[in-house]
């Protein structure tokens, strides 16, 4: 196994790129499983998308498939929830990612899910776990490099629902403290931060329905050097902002203590590097296999607007397959 330790891990992605060899990683949530390879010795059961760049043909689904989920009873998700709105009126946190795991069956298997869910990135890890994600964490063109939180979801059909998302003071709040959160992750490794479109909605297939999501992008110059320097500059700016919440080392420190689980490579990262770009997504809509069963995870921001109704039903809508 490939997997690398967070020393080793970033200074292979930094010895590939400096070469300039086109690779793949992949980084758990709190770095401490790391996985690079160049792509000409990509092992045969990894596929990946990220937008135009893939590894694996297309294919149509040509059969019906079944989709199960037992989230959480509420009352377990609200007690999570009070205790992160306790450390909110304590100012150890503004704005924190709650997420829990769901056990989910279906009669496909990971690689037809992989297969056919539609999503702009995609991971498919020898029959480990899966990602669809519809959130690009950093992307370069040249020496810039650019970023674009993700924070903020409803669903398409309600009523007037794009004037109401971006009219919602809560939703406001969260998408701009992450939008601040990650300018300053970008002034960490680059300079000239600038936030060129702050919250435009796109729309995504979710299961039999649709949800907008509001994103902004944020870009900032790169030195030079930087393709030298790529596993350094990544583990600084990581985990991703929008999956933990602001400010990030103590709300992290709060995610350890009140999610009852291990986050793993859910919220870590993976990308391409294809010897002069970087292209890289965030591992949110994620499947994994624990002794055969499937257990899907998810999540959603909590601020001090959060009504534990509409969150939990967030954490829920956010359990799909986008078939």
């Known amino acids: ?29 709190d770095k401490t499983k790391i996985f690079a390879q160049p792509l000409a010795e990509l092992d045969s059961d990894i596929f990946y998308k990220l937008q135009d760049w893939r590894n694996y043909p297309v294919k149509k689904r040509e059969k019906a498939f079944t989709f199960s989920k ?12 009070e205790q992160i709105l306790e450390e909110i009126r304590s100012g150890n946190t503004y704005l924190l990612n709650l997420t829990f795991e769901t056990p989910v069956k279906s009669d496909f298997t990971l690689k037809e899910i992989f297969t056919y869910a539609r999503a702009k990135f995609k991971l498919y890890f020898k029959d480990e776990f899966i990602c669809f994600s519809p959130e690009m964490f950093v992307e370069t063109e040249g020496n810039t490099i650019a970023t674009y939180p993700m924070k903020g979801t409803i669903d398409a059909d309600l009523p007037n629902a794009e004037e109401t998302i971006l009219a ?32 435009y909605v796109d729309r995504i297939k979710a299961g039999n329905k649709e949800l907008l999501q509001v994103s902004s992008k944020i870009t900032a110059a790169l030195p030079e050097n930087w393709r030298d320097e790529l596993g350094t500059m990544l583990e600084k700016i990581l985990p991703a902002g929008s999956i933990t919440g602001t400010p990030k080392k103590s709300t992290m420190k709060i995610i350890e203590n009140v999610e009852n689980y291990e986050r793993g490579f ?52 956010k359990v799909y397959l986008p078939l």
Request: negative net charge.
């Open 266 to 317: 859910y919220t870590g990262v993976f990308g391409i590097f294809d010897g002069e770009s970087l292209r890289s997504g965030v591992m949110i809509r994620f499947i994994e296999k624990e002794e055969n069963a499937l257990i899907y995870k998810s999540g959603g921001g909590i601020t001090i607007d959060s009504n534990a109704e509409s969150e939990y039903e967030e954490l829920i809508d």
């Open 168 to 199: 919602n003071k809560k939703e406001m709040a969260e998408h701009t403290m992450i939008v601040d959160l990650m300018r300053n992750d970008l002034g960490i490794i680059g300079t000239d931060v600038k936030v060129e479109t702050f919250r």
């Open 1 to 29: 196994m490939h997997w690398y330790s967070t020393e080793d891990g970033f200074n292979t992605i930094n010895t590939l790129g400096a070469s300039r060899t086109p690779f793949l990683f992949i980084i758990s949530y």
């Open 70 to 81: 037992s989230p959480v009873d509420f009352p377990i998700y609200q007690k999570a929830m």
